[in-house]
C-alpha cells in the first residue's frame, strides 16, 4: 500500500497559534510508548507557542508539566465496556464544547479531526495477541474468548466506528505496517491517510559520554568487556517476545558465543524461571523500569526486540538513533529503520516464533565488525526520527485539517 505522504514543510514561525485537543485513554509522560510519545508530541507543540489539551479517559494522579490535562475517570480506575463508551461519549462532548481548533485523537475510540491510532489498529492486536499462541487449540480458545468478551467487542466497535466517521479529516499513521492494517481491516481509502514515521526523545552525546555510560553499566552488572551484551525493554514481556528471545539467548550461549542478556521493564517470575531452566540465569541481568534508557543503549552491542506486534516501537527507534543495531520482527513498523533502502542497521525476523533464525541473528551481531557496519548506517538517523521532525509533520496535517 503506498499512503499519502505527510506535508514536510515547517510551519511559518508566525503562523497563528491554535488550541489543540489531544484525546487519550490512558495518559502517563512514563508509561508506554504511545503515552510518552503523546507526552512528547504535547510539550513540543506547546513549545511552538499552541495551547494544548490532554482529554484523558485514564491519568495518574500526579501534576503534569505543560499541558491542561482532563481525566474522564480517576487512574484507580479500569476501562470495561461501560466505561469505554463513557469515555467515547464524554470525549466527544468536550471536543464540541471546547471550540478547539482542532483535535487529535491518538486513540481509535474517539473520532477528532484527526486520529493517529500510536497503538496500531485494535483489529490487528487481537490477531497477533491471538498468533503468539502456539497451539491450535489454544488459538481457538483466545480468538472465541475475544468474540464473547463486551470489552473487546466495544473496542472493535467504536474503531470501526472511528474510522468510517465523516469528521475524521485525516488519518496519521506511525508506520507501513499502520496504514497496511487501515486499508487490509477497514478500507481505508489510502489518499486520506498521512505516513509521519514514529518518533522519539533521545539526548546528544559524545563519544567520551557513551563510553563513560557503558564503562559504569557494565561495571554496575559485573559484564565482562568481551561479552555481548544483548538488550531487551518490554512492558508487556509475552507478546514482545520474551520468551523465544530467552531460547534464542540460551542457544547462542551453547553455541560459544560470550554474551550478557539486559532485561528491561515488567520482568516476571516466569522469565527468571525460563532463564534458570535453560541454564542461562546467571547471564541474564534484570533491570527492571528504569528511566536511564540512554545509557542502557551505550552499554549494549545489539537491541533485541522479537515482538510479536509493535505498531512501531519506540525501544527499536531509539536504539538506532543512539547507533546501537537492532533485531526485531516483520510485525514491528520499527523494522522499516533496520532494513532500508540498501541500509542494513541490524536484522529482520519474518517470524517470532522462529528461535533458529533469531539466534542467527544474535550470532551474527557478535561480530564487532557487523555491528560497526550496522551503526554506520545509523548515522543521520537521530535527527530524521527525531520528535521536532515528527511535530513539524504532524502539525502541518493538523493545520490544514483547521482550516477545512
Not at 530467552?246 to 551453547?254: K, P, Q, S, T, V
Not at 516466569?270 to 536511564?292: C, P, W, Y
Not at 516483520?330 to 528461535?355: C, E, K, Q, T, Y
Amino acid at each position: 500500500m503506498t499512503a499519502t505522504p505527510a506535508h514536510t514543510t515547517t510551519p511559518a514561525a508566525n503562523a497563528r497559534p491554535m488550541s489543540v485537543a489531544i484525546v487519550i485513554e490512558r495518559y502517563d509522560p512514563d508509561g508506554g510508548g504511545a503515552e510518552r510519545s503523546t507526552a512528547q508530541i504535547a510539550h513540543e507543540l506547546i513549545s511552538r507557542g499552541h495551547h494544548v489539551v490532554i482529554l484523558a479517559g485514564v491519568a495518574s494522579d500526579r501534576g503534569f508539566d505543560g499541558p491542561d490535562v482532563r481525566r474522564f475517570m480517576g487512574s484507580h480506575r479500569k476501562f470495561d465496556a461501560m466505561s469505554l463508551r463513557g469515555f467515547s461519549r464524554w470525549a466527544m462532548r468536550q471536543l464540541e464544547e471546547g471550540r478547539y481548533d482542532v483535535s487529535l485523537s491518538v486513540t481509535t475510540a474517539v473520532p477528532a479531526s484527526v486520529v493517529q491510532p500510536r497503538s496500531g489498529t485494535v483489529r490487528e492486536t487481537i490477531d497477533r495477541n491471538i498468533a503468539l499462541r502456539r497451539s491450535a487449540f489454544s488459538r481457538w480458545l483466545k480468538r472465541t474468548l475475544v468474540a464473547v468478551t463486551p470489552k473487546q467487542r466495544r473496542l472493535l466497535a467504536q474503531e470501526r466506528a472511528t474510522l468510517t466517521d465523516p469528521r475524521v479529516r485525516r488519518i496519521v499513521s506511525v508506520s507501513r505496517y499502520v496504514s497496511d492494517q487501515l486499508r487490509r481491516h477497514y478500507r481505508v481509502d489510502p489518499s486520506k491517510i498521512s505516513l509521519i514515521p514514529n518518533a522519539a526523545v533521545m539526548p546528544v552525546t559524545d563519544d567520551a559520554q557513551r563510553r563513560t555510560w557503558r564503562d559504569e553499566v557494565r561495571q554496575g552488572y559485573g559484564i565482562a568487556e568481551t561479552d555481548t551484551v544483548y538488550l531487551f525493554a518490554a512492558l508487556n514481556m509475552k507478546l514482545k517476545g520474551a520468551r523465544p528471545l530467552l531460547d534464542a539467548f540460551a542457544a547462542i550461549r551453547e553455541q560459544g558465543v560470550p554474551a550478557t542478556l539486559l532485561m528491561v521493564g515488567s520482568i516476571g517470575y516466569a522469565e527468571q524461571l525460563q532463564a534458570a531452566r535453560l541454564g542461562v540465569r546467571d547471564s541474564v541481568k534484570i533491570v527492571g523500569q528504569t528511566s536511564q534508557m540512554a545509557a542502557l543503549y551505550c552499554a549494549a552491542d545489539v537491541t533485541v526486540l522479537p515482538t510479536f506486534y509493535d505498531p512501531s516501537s519506540k525501544v527499536v527507534i531509539e536504539s538506532l538513533m543512539m547507533g546501537t543495531p537492532a533485531i526485531s520482527t516483520a510485525f514491528n513498523g520499527a523494522s522499516d529503520f533496520i532494513v532500508a533502502g540498501g541500509l542494513v542497521r541490524g536484522r529482520v525476523i519474518p517470524d517470532p516464533h522462529d528461535v533458529e533464525a533469531l539466534a542467527a541473528a544474535m550470532r551474527e551481531l557478535s561480530d564487532p565488525a557487523e555491528r560497526a557496519r550496522c551503526a554506520a548506517a545509523s548515522a543521520g538517523l537521530a535527527e530524521e526520527l527525531s520528535m521536532k521532525r515528527h511535530v513539524d509533520r504532524l502539525e502541518a496535517v493538523l493545520r490544514a485539517a483547521a482550516e477545512k
